[in-house]
């Protein structure tokens, strides 16, 4: 019986391990979108997109950037934008970032991965944007690979958008609540 139940367990884990295979392969590379709405460019490298303490509950964003080739990490220029906790963008319009002020500029900024992909950040939940589903705008660029725009969905118990590629549950941890960012893929440029 312990032989069946050892072989069971083999069996169970490289059926997971297949599946967890397919549904990476599935994923790569990751789906690009529409830069909008509202990205401004040129925003500082930031650690924390709440700068001015905007409603919502804090959240720690982790994440990766990987080739979609070699599957190693890439060293990428993250810039990310989303909503506060209740739904509005700071600001509410395109451009540059010098077209305005200091202060009308939050729940945005850029961030850095290091050389094995990773990359993390501090903000805040963000809320539904009319019909939209809680998301995060991303735009990367690193030299080498060609320009993504993507977004991450926070999926909830009525809401799975962006499947398993681009969405995920956020999860409580020491650091509080966290939202394990789905592995963001690259593809080179030539």
Not at 82 to 87: A, R, S
Not at 127 to 154: D, F, V
């Amino acid at each position: 019986m312990k032989n069946s139940i050892i072989k069971g367990a083999i069996l169970t884990a490289l059926l997971i391990g297949g599946l967890a295979h397919i549904y990476a392969e599935e994923c790569i590379p990751t789906v690009s979108d529409a830069l909008g709405p509202y990205y401004v460019s040129g925003m500082p490298v930031l650690e924390n997109l709440n700068r001015f303490g905007k409603p919502g509950e804090p959240l720690l964003v982790k994440g990766r950037i990987l080739s979609a080739t070699s599957r190693n990490g890439v060293a990428a220029r993250i810039e990310v934008w989303q909503t506060d906790g209740e739904g509005r963008y700071y600001p509410e319009g395109n451009g540059r970032r010098t077209g305005y002020l200091d202060s009308q500029l939050d729940m945005r900024g850029t961030v850095l991965s290091d050389a094995a992909g990773n990359f993390s950040f501090n903000t805040v939940v963000p809320s539904n944007y009319g019909s939209r589903p809680p998301h995060i705008h991303y735009r990367i660029s690193a030299p080498g690979y060609r320009l993504l725009i993507t977004q991450h969905y926070i999926h909830t118990r009525n809401n799975n958008a962006g499947g398993p590629c681009r969405g995920a549950r956020l999860i409580s941890g020491n650091e509080g609540r966290q939202f394990p960012a789905p592995d963001i893929y690259l593809r080179p440029i030539n």
